[in-house]
């Protein structure tokens, strides 16, 4: 039985052995899935591991329940899309899944919104510690460990692509994208963590949105979720951890920022809704 994915060794399509569930090519390459419940592919040449204090950070601030607004945006307009009105069995992708929250957390809201879809998960990522927190909190999706560079799966493979702060980069997502799908992307809006970053860079200014979009793709719907939040300097130092920027906070400034009390900080994302041309 053919699959939609590719053999990370010699990128032939993958068949599906009936009895043992297991992968395998024309070239007698063969994977199963391991023990915990998810997929190793394949791994960059240095392997990909989230270290103890950021798998933390990240779980103690999803935990808290500060992004359910995202996610509940989200399931918003994913349940809105044409192609869920029209189907009964949508297909997702949810690249750099990280530990999955986002696919359960989506899921289940999505559920009480349309109970009717039938909605299949797929989340793929380099951390290996991530997968293995992913499957382990909730296994029905498939949780696959590979290189993102180049993604294991066949062309036109998903209806739906999620691409939660991240950037876009390349063209492997509109490659598994349908040609009728949707590539749901959610960026980090120009006020996004502002009282934090304030800490970081004394000379912060207001960027305006970007849309600069790759020549592949459409954009269809784009809306912004902005809202503020309390949260001590303990989630503070949380959420820095899970930015890009971290890295410029030295010991000072964290100490200031841990020991700071945000009752109005910003949560701003820009959610773009696109497909391929």
Same mark, same amino acid.
């Given at each position: 039985?053919?699959?939609?994915?590719?053999?990370?060794?010699?990128?032939?399509?993958?068949?599906?052995?009936?009895?043992?569930?297991?992968?395998?090519?024309?070239?007698?390459?063969?994977?199963?899935?391991?023990?915990?419940?998810?997929?190793?592919?394949?791994?960059? @040449?240095?392997?990909?591991?989230?270290?103890?204090?950021?798998?933390?950070?990240?779980?103690?601030?999803?935990?808290?329940?500060?992004?359910?607004?995202? *996610?509940?945006? &989200?399931?918003?307009?994913?349940?809105?899309?044409?192609?869920?009105?029209?189907?009964?069995?949508?297909?997702?992708?949810?690249?750099?899944?990280?530990?999955?929250?986002?696919?359960?957390?989506? @899921?289940?809201?999505?559920?009480?919104?349309?109970?009717?879809?039938?909605?299949?998960?797929?989340?793929?990522?380099?951390?290996?510690?991530?997968?293995?927190?992913? *499957?382990?909190?909730?296994?029905?999706?498939?949780?696959?460990?590979?290189?993102?560079?180049?993604?294991?799966?066949?062309?036109?493979?998903?209806?739906?692509?999620?691409?939660?702060?991240?950037?876009?980069?390349?063209?492997?997502?509109? /490659?598994?994208?349908?040609?009728?799908?949707?590539?749901?992307?959610?960026?980090?809006?120009? /006020?996004?963590?502002?009282?934090?970053?304030?800490?970081?860079?004394?000379?912060?200014?207001?960027?305006?949105?970007?849309?600069?979009?790759?020549?592949?793709?459409?954009?269809?719907?784009?809306?912004?979720?902005?809202?503020?939040?309390?949260?001590?300097?303990?989630?503070?130092?949380?959420?820095?951890?899970?930015?890009?920027?971290?890295?410029?906070?030295?010991?000072?400034?964290?100490?200031? &920022?841990?020991?700071? @009390?945000?009752?109005?900080?910003?949560?701003?994302?820009?959610?773009?809704?696109?497909?391929?041309?």
């Amino acid at each position: 039985m053919n699959s939609i994915y590719l053999c990370p060794v010699c990128q032939s399509p993958f068949m599906v052995h009936e009895e043992s569930k297991g992968l395998h090519c024309e070239n007698k390459h063969h994977f199963d899935i391991n023990e915990q419940g998810y997929w190793v592919f394949s791994q960059p @040449k240095k392997p990909k591991a989230d270290s103890r204090a950021v798998m933390r950070a990240k779980r103690y601030v999803l935990e808290s329940g500060i992004y359910i607004p995202l *996610a509940q945006a &989200i399931a918003k307009v994913i349940a809105e899309l044409p192609q869920v009105t029209s189907a009964d069995v949508l297909s997702q992708l949810d690249f750099d899944c990280g530990d999955g929250y986002f696919l359960r957390t989506v @899921k289940g809201i999505l559920a009480e919104l349309k109970p009717e879809l039938a909605l299949t998960q797929t989340g793929i990522c380099e951390a290996e510690n991530a997968i293995f927190a992913a *499957a382990k909190a909730e296994p029905s999706p498939t949780y696959i460990v590979s290189t993102l560079k180049h993604l294991p799966f066949a062309d036109e493979s998903f209806d739906l692509v999620t691409l939660i702060d991240k950037q876009l980069k390349g063209k492997e997502l509109t /490659r598994v994208l349908k040609q009728d799908g949707v590539l749901l992307q959610v960026a980090a809006g120009p /006020r996004h963590l502002w009282q934090i970053r304030e800490f970081i860079y004394p000379d912060l200014s207001e960027k305006p949105v970007s849309e600069n979009l790759p020549k592949e793709l459409e954009l269809l719907h784009s809306e912004r979720l902005s809202l503020t939040v309390s949260v001590s300097g303990e989630q503070a130092i949380a959420l820095l951890e899970m930015t890009p920027y971290a890295w410029r906070a030295n010991d000072k400034v964290r100490h200031d &920022i841990q020991h700071a @009390k945000f009752d109005a900080l910003e949560i701003d994302f820009v959610i773009n809704v696109m497909t391929r041309k």
